[in-house]
């Protein structure tokens, strides 16, 4: 349970970091077209929590991947498997 919770902290964190909002229904803004980062931008992030918690995307996974929401779903689902 602690280590769950460090690892949340750890996605909170990058989020702060990377000036992206991910409380209430902001999580759930779009990178591309709501929030209007690129590409390079959401890799960016997306590496970080990669490093950060030890913890590897699937090709896959970065398809699925249009919001913050979506990130902390996939982050949490790799995490727990």
Do not use: C, H, W
Not at 57 to 79: A, G, H, M, Q, Y
């Amino acid at each position: 349970m602690k280590a769950q919770l460090k690892k949340s902290k750890i996605m909170i964190s990058v989020f702060n970091e990377f000036g992206i909002p991910i409380t209430g229904p902001k999580k759930a803004l779009r990178f591309y077209s709501d929030i209007q980062v690129d590409r390079f931008y959401v890799e960016g992030i997306l590496f970080e929590l990669e490093t950060r918690l030890g913890v590897l995307l699937e090709d896959e996974d970065n398809s699925r991947i249009k919001s913050p929401l979506d990130v902390i779903r996939v982050f949490t689902n790799k995490i727990t498997a």
